[in-house]
Each structure stands twice: as C-alpha cells, then as structure tokens.
C-alpha cells in the first residue's frame, strides 16, 4: 500500500504476452546466436532504462536496472539456455522462457523476502528477450487521458516505460511491497494497492483508490466520490507543504 488518493477511470492493462512455442531445431548454434544477440540488445535497452530511471527516481531506484544486466550476464543463467537449446534442440525463444521459469521458481520458493522479490527481475528480464526474439516489443502506452492502471503484476520495465503524467494510481493482483517496481512506485508518489483480486470487466470503469486505507470503490457513488475529491485536495495540499518545507529558505522564489 502506497499513500495517496486516486480518483479515475481505469485501464485493465493486458500484458503483451504471447504463449512460448516448443519449435524442434536443426542448426543449434542458429538459436545460440538469436539468443546472444537478443541478451546484446536486452543489455543496450536495459543501460538506456538505467539512464531513464536515474533522472527520475534516483540512483537508489535506478539500480535495478543495473541488477537485471547483471542477471543478463549471469553464467549459471546463460549455462541453462545454451543447454536446453543444445540437449533438447529447441528454439531459443523456448530455451529463455523456460529459464526464466525455473530460474523464477527457484527464488519465489525462498525464505528471504528480498530474493522471493527477486523472482519477478527475472520473470521481466526473460520476457524481454523473449519480446525481442520474437519481434513482439511494445512500449507502456497508456492512451490520452491519466488512468488507474489495473494489472496482474507489474514490472520495473513496464512502470519506466508508461506515461508518468497519464498514470493516476496502479493496483495488482500478484505483488510484494519489496519488489522493486513496488518500490520505484513509492518514490514516484503513485498511489498503489497490492494483492487485490482484479477483474478486466472493470476496464474503462470509474473508481477511487484510498492508498491510506488500502480500500478499491469500483463505480463508487457521487457522494463517496465528493468526499474523496475532498481528501483528496487536501491531500494535495498537505504535500505541497511538505515539499516546500523541505526547501531550504536560500533555495526558495
């Protein structure tokens, strides 16, 4: 749960995702070059995320990013696809997915939260280079007007990519607070709720997230919402105060 109040229309954001293909191959050193080539663009796109994130969230926040081409570069990581492709002489796209599973279930299965967390960096590295195998990149548009995003899960990537001016509030169903898009989201100041059983027929409904008491209104009525449009500029308010108090004297118009 993330303070804030968001009053909005919602977007059910569905996630590029295409089921992964078992393809029997010949040429196994084909798909090892698809394969290293897809990890050398990963790494490109990935430094100019870093870039992105350390203008807009800090250094602290931007340091996934450098996490994942750390991961990217992992010998243990590599050593599994390169396997898979050679032992069961299959497409590289299936190779990465695979990995990227196992790898996943590996650190979701953990005691320690920060590496459970860890499962979803490398749910979003291998997606990426599954995208870019397959041709299948797309960026986080958001369309014309601000919107509460509702998702299954979102990533480091995804929340870099989208339009910060359109995003409102975001609510997932899977998620830890100590995941780093969860994190990234905090400094951001985006109202965000964890865990709550979404629905894509709410897609284009209106709703209030309360980030202060964790609750969702779906279609809520006109006097809940004057209620919250209320808190919510005092909210508005309140930090604006803080912003400026912040601010030392010298540095203030």
């Given at each position: 749960i993330f303070k804030g109040i968001a009053i909005g229309k919602i977007l059910f954001y569905q996630k590029g995702e295409q089921p992964v293909k078992r393809v029997k191959i010949e040429d196994?050193?084909?798909?090892?070059?698809?394969?290293?080539?897809?990890?050398?663009?990963?790494?490109?796109?990935?430094?100019?995320?870093?870039?992105?994130?350390?203008?807009e969230v800090g250094e602290a926040n931007a340091a996934v990013f450098e996490v994942h081409q750390m991961m990217l570069e992992?010998?243990?990581?590599?050593?599994?696809?390169?396997?898979?492709?050679?032992?069961?002489?299959?497409?590289?796209?299936?190779?990465?997915?695979?990995?990227?599973?196992?790898?996943?279930?590996m650190f979701a299965e953990?005691?320690?939260d920060y590496f459970k967390a860890r499962a979803a960096d490398v749910k979003?590295?291998?997606?990426?280079?599954?995208?870019?195998?397959?041709?299948?990149?797309?960026g986080g548009a958001l369309g014309d007007e601000p919107v509460i995003v509702v998702t299954e899960?979102?990533?480091?990537?995804?929340?870099?990519?989208?339009?910060?001016?359109?995003?409102?509030?975001?609510?997932?169903?899977?998620?830890s607070d100590m995941s780093h898009a969860a994190i990234m989201a905090k400094t951001m100041n985006i109202p965000a709720l964890l865990e709550i059983d979404t629905d894509s027929e709410w897609d284009g409904?209106?709703?209030?997230?309360?980030?202060y008491t964790g609750t969702l209104y779906i279609d809520p009525d006109e006097e809940v919402k004057k209620e919250y449009e209320i808190r919510r500029q005092a909210d508005k308010e309140e930090r604006e105060e803080l912003l400026v108090g912040s601010i030392p004297e010298s540095g203030r118009s």
């Open positions: 196994t050193a084909e798909q090892i070059k698809r394969y290293e080539d897809a990890r050398a663009k990963a790494a490109e796109q990935l430094q100019g995320l870093y870039e992105k994130a350390l203008k992992d010998d243990d990581y590599i050593d599994s696809v390169v396997n898979i492709i050679e032992t069961q002489q299959v497409n590289a796209e299936f190779a990465v997915a695979t990995t990227g599973d196992n790898f996943a279930k953990m005691e320690d979003d590295i291998s997606e990426r280079m599954v995208n870019i195998l397959s041709g299948n990149e797309s899960s979102i990533t480091p990537t995804e929340l870099m990519e989208m339009d910060k001016d359109k995003l409102m509030a975001i609510v997932t169903h899977h998620g409904r209106q709703a209030i997230v309360d980030g």
